[in-house]
């Protein structure tokens, strides 16, 4: 029988948010003072900002190993700040085995020794805060190590103090031989359950065998993990990624999932050769938006500051996204909105109607939140998985501009503004991603989007200056890497600049209204943006690699004039007299003010 989950925890929901250490301005002096300075001065900071996701075992190498580290995080600041970065994300860099590169954590409360040390941390926080960036740790809350104190202790018996602080069961017996509780799988193929010898019971990870999930029915647990947001807020962290924060909770019944179906009505086979199961049951079930109100409750604690809160929510729904935001926007400041950067079923094509209708859903049908989109990150493909004909740079440059024209709060990955691509690993002894050496060759893993950063043409890119780095730099950085770019006007880093500069500095880019224009246009996908005082500025971009020729009439949006000033184009096209015809080259985008 399962131990015993302790469903009183949404009882003891006051006790849960009493903070272990109140963050008040006397207390804070634990920590320097410039640690507790805000990171921005405005608490709607993060609405419109432009949050750069670093891979940090990639990013920069400040002492030779192979492997990117805090401090050459610090040294690259400079560079983040011409960029105009508002906010860093850094993936997990606790104490880990590294089994998922961090994703295991061993230690919540403390730096793995190959990214540096506490107050390397900290530095680089009291930097970044100089530079006005905000530092944003990935938060992994639902499971840990294998080789994390809280689980040996929990499965060294069945009566500790610990032995409920994870989904423990007992196997089912069918013709006297034990089995898994139910079909539930793992991310990363394979049974979701795993023996436990010592326990004599299974316990569930979602993800790597090593990765046992938390028991978040047990209020011990939400109190130890509320008290490890309060820790790294008070080291100054500007907000929380909140990793697989939809897989907190499954089916108390441990009912079986319903197989996914394929044309001949046969469950689908995935490439670890499992029957692809769906997660109705255990992904995104109700408690998790309790969970989310509470890490809220502790967030707002903080004096002085605003801590966001950031959702990886692979979701089913518009309706789904609209409910992480909370009733009275006490959840999620931004859950992934990952409808428009990451279509249904894997196919990546960059089709005019679905891009108008997502983006259209996150402007109106999100209760006025504010959207996050994404295109790209260290678990998918990078950018370039939307490219099919020679125009690569011009459609990173059309994806670009989606992501920082819109009216929202733009994510981007490092490398995605020099035009860094995936390089996937060829032979399978070079593989360093576990989910890569299972699957080979139909998954070849998430190394090809977590190659070093490319700085200049030098050795190891000027990552590093070991004789070995821990993935291999790809051969495009002879001429793809920031130095060759920073000189180029007409690159994808000058393209990446300009635009975050007009996302911040016009009026109706940074935070005007969003109106999809030309709905019935095939080729093109155009917008209007109208700030508060009228101003009106028009995107178009061309999904084709035809040269296409647009015109606008914005009498039912209120703006009567249709002279237009170019604000930011691509190559290969005039620039127009008015909105009665805008050329656009291959996959070209125009940018223009309306006057």
């Known amino acids: 029988m399962k131990a015993a989950r302790l469903t009183s925890a949404f009882l003891a929901l006051a006790a849960l948010l009493v903070p272990a250490a109140t963050l008040s301005a006397q207390q804070s002096q634990a920590s320097s003072d410039s640690l507790n300075q805000p990171a921005h001065q405005n608490r709607d900071w993060w609405k419109n900002a432009v949050i750069y996701e670093i891979y940090p075992r990639s990013f920069q190498d400040s002492n030779g190993d192979g492997i990117g580290d805090l401090n050459g995080i610090t040294s690259r600041l400079d560079y983040l700040q011409k960029l105009g970065i508002d906010a860093i994300w850094l993936t997990p860099i606790y104490p880990s085995p590294q089994v998922d590169f961090g994703y295991d954590i061993s230690d919540y409360d403390a730096i793995d020794p190959q990214y540096g040390t506490l107050a390397d941390f900290d530095h680089l926080v009291e930097e970044a805060h100089k530079r006005h960036i905000g530092i944003i740790m990935d938060l992994v809350l639902n499971h840990t190590s294998d080789q994390h104190p809280w689980f040996k202790e929990s499965e060294s018996s069945r009566d500790n103090s610990k032995a409920d602080w994870y989904m423990w069961h007992d196997p089912k017996m069918v013709d006297g031989q034990r089995e898994p509780p139910n079909n539930w799988e793992s991310v990363f193929g394979g049974s979701a359950w795993q023996w436990d ?104 604690q903080t004096e002085g500051r605003k801590v966001i809160l950031i959702g990886e929510t692979y979701l089913r729904s518009v309706d789904d996204l609209r409910k992480m935001y909370g009733t009275n926007n006490d959840e999620l400041d931004l859950p992934m909105d990952m409808e ?197 500025v028009i995107v178009a971009c061309n999904f084709t690699a035809e040269p296409q020729t647009v015109s606008f009439n914005l009498t039912a949006q209120g703006v009567s004039t249709f002279h237009v000033k170019t604000l930011l184009k691509t190559p290969g096209a005039p620039d127009p007299l008015s909105i009665d015809m805008i050329q656009l080259g291959p996959y070209g985008v125009y940018i223009g003010k309306v006057e």
Not at 212 to 229: C, G, Q
Not at 278 to 285: G, S, V
Not at 372 to 395: G, M, P
Not at 506 to 525: C, F, K, R, S, Y
Request: glycine content about 6%; overall charge negative.
């Open 340 to 536: 428009v950067g990451f279509p249904p079923n894997g196919v990546d094509v960059l089709n005019v109607d679905r891009f108008r209708q997502r983006i259209n859903e996150a402007e109106t049908e999100i209760d006025g939140n504010m959207p996050l989109f994404v295109f790209d990150n260290h678990d998918n493909k990078r950018w370039d998985r939307w490219v099919t004909n020679d125009h690569k740079e011009d459609v990173g440059r059309v994806l670009a501009t989606i992501l920082f024209a819109s009216r929202d709060t733009a994510m981007m990955y490092y490398g995605d503004e020099i035009g860094m691509v995936t390089t996937p690993p060829r032979r399978k002894q070079d593989v360093k991603d576990p989910i890569g050496i299972r699957g080979w060759p139909k998954e070849k893993g998430r190394d090809g989007e977590r190659t070093p950063m490319q700085w200049d043409a030098g050795v190891d890119a000027g990552f590093s200056a070991a004789a070995k780095t821990w993935l291999p730099i790809p051969p495009s950085y002879k001429t793809v890497n920031v130095a060759a770019e920073e000189s180029e006007q007409r690159s994808m880093l000058d393209w990446y600049e300009k635009m975050i500069a007009l996302k911040k500095a016009d009026p109706a880019l940074h935070d005007g209204d969003e109106i999809m224009l030309n709905p019935t246009d095939q080729h093109v996908l155009s917008w209007l943006r109208k700030s508060r005082d009228g101003e009106a």
């Open 197 to 300: 010898p010592a326990r004599q019971q299974y316990y569930y990870h979602r993800f790597y065998i090593q990765q046992p999930d938390l028991n978040w029915n047990n209020p011990a647990v939400r109190k130890a993990m509320y008290d490890v947001e309060r820790f790294w807020i008070q080291h100054g962290v500007a907000g929380f990624r909140l990793d697989a924060i939809t897989s907190l909770f499954e089916d108390p019944q441990d009912r079986d999932e319903d197989y996914v179906l394929g044309p001949d009505g046969k469950p689908l086979i995935n490439a670890y050769g499992d029957k692809v199961v769906k997660t109705n049951l255990t992904d995104n079930l109700p408690e998790v938006n309790d969970v989310l109100r509470e890490l809220r409750q502790v967030a707002n």
